[in-house]
């Protein structure tokens, strides 16, 4: 496989350095605490390495290692994948509190890719160019015109071929290459000019050969995003493997909401992947960008994938529609201006205050190196906005809290004064309402008085010739009652006298000063004589318990 360090499905050789171990001096053992050891899994293009050291170590000794390891001057290499982000090379890794187990990846993008070590100098000058190779295939009395990199391989070349036609490589049949020319010759090395031609022969099929074309990533008549989603994920994962970055299931409105519209400190960015199987950059881009383990990591972390085919033109039409509807004409009319053979596009978008932006467009015509470096750029765009609006949110919510805090103070006021109101309003109330009751008992009381008062027989006079007996009753103020009552004359009589002064029997008891006696607990029908209050007697009144 080629690219800088794309997925390989079979491992390189061991080195005798491989996994290296880097013993560190005596001296830097003379610590406190234990030092740990620590295991890197490095990646470099085709290639990874494991080194294990000790946490006392620093990260210019890792590169150190990996100088002798992958044969990369330490001043051309970057090492990428901490989760603190960059660090020096004079950086302790005890101070990075690092896991016991650690993934990185080496960038060299001063460094281009080569296909050979013999061809590493002629690539210097030329490997950054582009190829038209045009090809006729002469059975299907076609001819297809595409763009390689200078770094690829004619076998890389006739792998492409047979994703694009379903031939085999080992039944092509080819015309038209350099006598010389052989399955791992680099394709600039063999001509003099940007384009020349090849001719390709379909040998005759066998039986277990594999005619039929690639199911479509997106059927055309999907009508429902998530389900279109879910048959281009399907089909990704059948032809490219399971390793590949995680895609969004749902609509491109709903990936947008789900990047730009949460709070500040969850926003990513959103990478959209659209697909073409009619570019022949398609299969290259996905088994060996897309599917890099350092890629899908990277994307996996940091950003929300969603994915689209635009093989079919009503497919495209769809796209172009969801773009122009979400982020505006330009961004539409910008995936017009690219050619078949420019696809697979991944764009990078941003989400911003008052419009969606388009960071970056990487075409299909890259390096993994290239890739990352372009991913990581968008993302130092994306942690500066990130912050200023984390900033922005931060100091939002707390102008927020402090109107909530005001606006409950303000309401827990607004609840007391009402409580106390309320309280004041039911207090009166109550007092209304007993002095009313005071009012109808005092009239009630005052139209029994003055009953009793009238129904009283009138006062004898003493030369009516009948026994009289003279009473003298004690108020509990202190004043006297007097009064004459006939001898015959009933106790309730006199009960209904001592009523009529406003001391009814039912709250007051009469009683006698010597002996003392209750007379209310007497027969009321008894007359003064029977109660022996006759010919005089004082008595008192006293409030009942």
Known sequence: QTGPYGPHTSSSPPSSSSPAFCPVQPSRHIVERQSRMLSFRVEYR????????EDASTVGDIKSILETELQVP???????????????????????????????????PDIAPSAS????????????????????????????????PASKTIQEVKRNISDLTNIPVRHQQWDGWPAS????????????????????????????????????????????????LLHFTAEFSR????????????????????????KARDRKLLAIYLHNDESVLSNVFCSQMMCADSIVSYLSQNFITWAWDVTKEANKARLLTMCTRHFGSVVAQTIRTYKTDQFPLLLIVMGKRTS???????????????LMMRLMGAMEIFTAQQQEDIKDEDEREAREMVKREQDEAYRLSLEA??????????????QVRQERIRKEQEEEREAIRLSLEQALPPEPKEEGGEPISKLRIRTPSGKFLERQFLGSCKLQVLFDFVASKGYPSDEFKLLTTFPRRNITQIDPAWSLVEAKLFPQETLFLEAKE
């Open 74 to 108: 330490v001043s051309k290499m970057q090492l990428k994948g901490w989760k603190s982000g960059d660090v020096s090379d004079s950086t302790v890794l005890q101070s990075l509190h690092l896991p016991k187990n650690n993934s990185l990846y080496v960038l060299t």
């Open 417 to 430: 004064d009402r409580k106390k109101r309320e309280a004041q309003e039911r207090e009166e109330a109550e």
């Open 117 to 148: 070590t013999s061809q590493s100098s002629a690539q210097q000058g030329l490997s950054s160019q582009n190829y038209l190779l045009v090809i006729s295939h002469r059975e299907a009395q076609r001819d297809y015109s595409l763009h390689f």
């Open 239 to 262: 032809r490219y493997g399971d390793c590949h970055p995680v895609f969004y299931i749902g609509s491109l409105e709903a990936a947008s909401q789900e990047a730009f519209y949460g």
């Open 181 to 228: 020319a052989s399955d791992d010759s680099v394709c600039f090395l063999l001509s003099l000019l940007a384009i020349f031609c090849a001719y390709l022969i379909n040998l005759p099929s066998s039986p277990g050969i594999c005619t039929n074309k690639h199911d479509s990533p997106v059927p055309e008549n999907s009508e429902n995003e998530g389900d279109a």
């Open 46 to 53: 085709q290639r990874s390495t494991e080194v294990v050291l």
């Open 356 to 370: 969606n932006e388009v960071l970056n467009v990487i075409q299909g015509n890259t390096t993994v190196d290239e």
